[in-house]
Structure formats: structure tokens, C-alpha cells
């Protein structure tokens, strides 16, 4: 019994909104025809019980359109003003198509709908790609160099974009990256060293941007410099002696002093951007030149102790990297009334 007076109102409760739903559609057609034939009365009354969730976005959008006709077919300008940017604020992203009204279009062209600024959130991975100025080592330099290869780090950002005008954009915001290396080196017939080095930034990125976006899918780049600064830097050592009986000394050593604490990148990125309405996801692939080494080698300090006990030194270098993110932006809206 129970299960069927549940199933009763279930069937109930679906019937009810799909007759709320084709009494929504079917008024908006009578209206439509209602105005076709310059009846205007009784327009307003006929969709304003819909307006607030009886119909799909896009009938909506039309009711709007519909509405807006009304109020100037019916000398009644502000009426049209005010439902416009009510329109405008609920759908900050429309753009004008080829069938609009010619009405709604002029009263349309009268506001400001552009973004006023968009907010972007990215995150994505980065590799370094060292180069190294000056090398330093317990051993002979000249014969002894360590290699050094690829880890994945870690980079995210958040961004403020304002219009340039056209296809032009400039952004500026924060950064985080962590920036890592695998350090591997032979210094002594007898000896393996190796290590992972970490170094993490906090920067202002500064940018230019150009984006085509001729539909669903655009294409976009950007350039621009970003002051980073030290957050801390460290490697993880592990010397392996080939004597018996020996254990591998293993341990972590801090970086940070002695190297420089800023350093200014170049840097320049293309991708695809995805256009969703008022929100875009975008792809890029970038690179990030450093400009300053390291280390500062007027207070760099080769501490005897690590080179001792791990047969380690650190080399002077650009923290040069690739990266490949993933964005979100989100356009923020402000429409409002031209000025004359």
C-alpha cells in the first residue's frame, strides 16, 4: 500500500512539472503571436509567472527579448531600461545574434557589457631546464661535473585580466611554484652522490595577452616578466660509498643562504581556450627564463662540513623551466548605462 501511494505521488509530482513546464512554453508562444499581432495588453501578465523558473534558459532569453518589444512598442522606455539590465544581469556573456529585433539591439548597443575584469585560477606542472653558470665541487671541476635531470614540480597562479581594447589583454597577479632537480655526481672513483633539489618561489606575474576566439574553441599566448621571490631551497643527499661495509650517509641540507632571494623571469606561453558562455578553460605550454643565477656568489659560503660528509657542493645556475597548466577564468560583469 505504501509503495503505491508513493509511486502515485511520484507520477503525481512528475505530471505537475511537466504541465508547468508545456503551460510555460505554450504561453510564451501565445504571447509571441499576441505580439506578432500588435496586441501588446496583456503580454506582460501572460509571462511574468514564468519568469522566475518556469522556463529553459534559452526561452528565457527570448521572454526577455519579447518583453523588452513590449514595454517599447509600448512608449514606455523605462519600463524596457530596467527590464534591460535586469536581462544584462542575468545574462552578462549574450551577444547579439543576426535575428534579434532590431529595437532590442539599439537599446542593447546603449549599455556597457563587457567584462570589467576577469579572474583567472591555474595550476599545472613545471621542469627545469638548468643552465649552469659556474660550477663548484670537492673534486676536480674540469674533470668532474655533476648531471642534472628532470623532476616534475609544481606552479599555480592567480590572475587579474583587464581589456586592452581588440584582441589585447594585460594581467597581473601571484604565483607559487616549486621548482625541483635531480642532482647526480661521481666526485671520487669510490663515491655516488645523489639528491633531489627544491627551491620554492612566491612572484608577481606581469603580462601581456593576445586571444583569438573566433567560436567554441580560441587560440591564446601571452608574454610577460615575473619578479619571483625565495621562499626556501633545499636538496636531499644521499653518498654512497663502494666500500664494505660502509651505510650510505643520507640528509637534508638548507640551500637558502647565500643565494640571491629575487630573481626576475621571462617568460611566454600559447595555448587553446575553451568559450563557455562567461567562463573559458584554457590549455597552455610556456617556458620561463630566469635572469638571475642562484646563487650570490659574493656571500656564497661552501660549507666544509657538507662537503665532507656528503661530498657535495652547490653548482651556480638559472632556475630555467617549462610548464604546462590548465585555467579558469571567469568574466566579471558590471552593465550599466552608457553615457551620452
Known amino acids: 500500500m505504501k509503495r503505491t501511494l508513493f509511486s502515485g505521488l511520484f507520477i503525481m509530482t512528475i505530471s505537475v512539472a511537466i504541465q508547468a513546464q508545456v503551460t510555460c512554453s505554450e504561453q510564451l508562444r501565445i504571447a509571441q503571436r499576441n505580439f506578432d499581432d500588435g496586441l501588446l495588453e496583456n503580454i506582460s501578465e501572460q509571462l511574468g509567472g ?3 523558473d518556469g522556463f529553459t534558459k534559452e526561452e528565457k ?5 519579447l518583453l523588452i518589444q513590449t514595454h517599447l512598442f509600448s512608449g514606455l522606455p523605462v519600463l524596457a531600461d530596467e527590464l534591460m539590465l535586469e536581462f544584462l544581469t542575468e545574462f552578462p556573456s549574450y551577444t547579439i545574434t543576426s535575428t534579434d529585433p532590431v529595437e532590442f539591439v539599439d537599446l542593447f548597443n546603449t549599455y556597457s557589457t563587457d567584462p570589467i575584469f576577469r579572474i583567472e585560477v591555474n595550476a599545472g606542472t613545471n621542469f627545469v631546464l ?10 676536480n671541476i674540469e674533470t668532474n661535473q655533476p648531471v642534472y635531470d628532470i623532476r616534475p614540480g609544481f606552479g599555480a597562479e592567480v590572475n587579474f585580466i583587464k581589456s586592452l581594447g581588440g584582441n589585447f589583454s594585460f594581467s597581473a597577479g601571484f604565483s607559487f611554484s616549486a621548482l625541483n632537480l635531480s ?3 661521481w666526485p671520487y672513483d669510490y663515491s655516488t652522490v645523489t639528491g633531489n633539489i627544491s627551491s620554492m618561489y612566491a612572484g608577481v606575474p606581469l603580462a601581456v595577452r593576445y586571444n583569438y576566439n573566433p567560436g567554441l574553441i580560441g587560440f591564446f599566448m601571452k608574454m610577460g616578466v615575473e619578479p619571483v621571490y625565495l621562499i626556501n ?4 643527499l644521499v653518498r654512497t660509498d663502494d666500500i664494505i661495509g660502509r651505510e650510505p650517509i643520507s640528509g637534508t641540507v638548507n640551500l637558502t643562504e647565500g643565494h640571491n632571494m629575487y630573481d626576475i623571469r621571462v617568460f611566454g606561453a600559447v595555448g587553446l581556450q575553451l568559450n563557455l558562455s562567461r567562463d573559458q578553460l584554457l590549455l597552455s605550454v ?9 646563487l650570490d656568489e659574493t656571500e656564497y659560503y661552501m660549507d ?4 665532507s660528509k656528503y661530498f657535495f657542493t ?12 590548465f585555467s579558469y577564468i571567469r568574466s566579471i560583469y558590471n552593465p550599466k548605462k552608457k553615457e551620452e
Request: aromatic share 12%; glycine share 4%; with cysteine.
Open 50 to 52: 514564468c519568469m522566475e
Open 61 to 65: 532569453i527570448n521572454a526577455y527579448k
Open 130 to 139: 638548468p643552465l649552469v653558470a659556474q660550477y663548484f665541487g670537492p673534486a
Open 183 to 185: 642532482y647526480s655526481n
Open 233 to 236: 631551497s633545499s636538496v636531499d
Open 286 to 294: 610556456g617556458y620561463k627564463a630566469s635572469t638571475i643565477p642562484v
Open 304 to 307: 666544509p662540513d657538507v662537503q
Open 314 to 325: 652547490e653548482d651556480n645556475m638559472m632556475l630555467n623551466h617549462a610548464f604546462v597548466t
